[in-house]
């Protein structure tokens, strides 16, 4: 039997539980980690990243299946499920550690990256500029295990139901046809 060749996508998109929690319902997505990348010091905790002084985003690791889902059907996802007008902020989590970004892995993934957010705002999809950062990858740091499939271990907890509950609803009308359990 034929392995399958993964790919990689590292995306931020304010708190990585809800971009995490948002990619690992995708069918053709087989692994997201929780982490860090974007910032200056090696082997950064959480703990300094919620300073706003390290120059991390958090964000997440996507290992893909290009033949199940592709780098640009990714983009759109999370172009979907976060707002990338807003400068260092989603919600109520404001600071560089929650920027919206892209973090390209190769030449490929940058303009993708380019013609879908061209695209985006050629078609006039949000009112405001989008502001995310296309930027070449750094060194991605994987979070403490405690923020590992966070919304699949916390559902109950007031952060899940208000803000990423909203976030799977969204991908459920927008991309039905990508999800691994549309029901």
Known sequence: MEEKKLETAILAGGCFWCTEAVFQRLE???KVIS??????????????????RTGHAESIEIKFDPQQISYEELLLVFFGTHDPTTLNRQQNDVGTQYRSAVFYTSEEQRETAEKVISTLEQEGVFKDPIVTEVTKASPFYTAEVEHQDFYNQHRQQPYCQFIIDPKITKLK?????????PS
């Open 35 to 52: 982490g860090f990348t974007g910032g200056t010091i090696k082997n950064p905790a959480y703990r300094e990243i919620i300073t706003g």
């Open 28 to 30: 053709g997505v087989e």
């Open 173 to 181: 009308k927008l991309f039905s046809e990508k999800l691994k359990n």
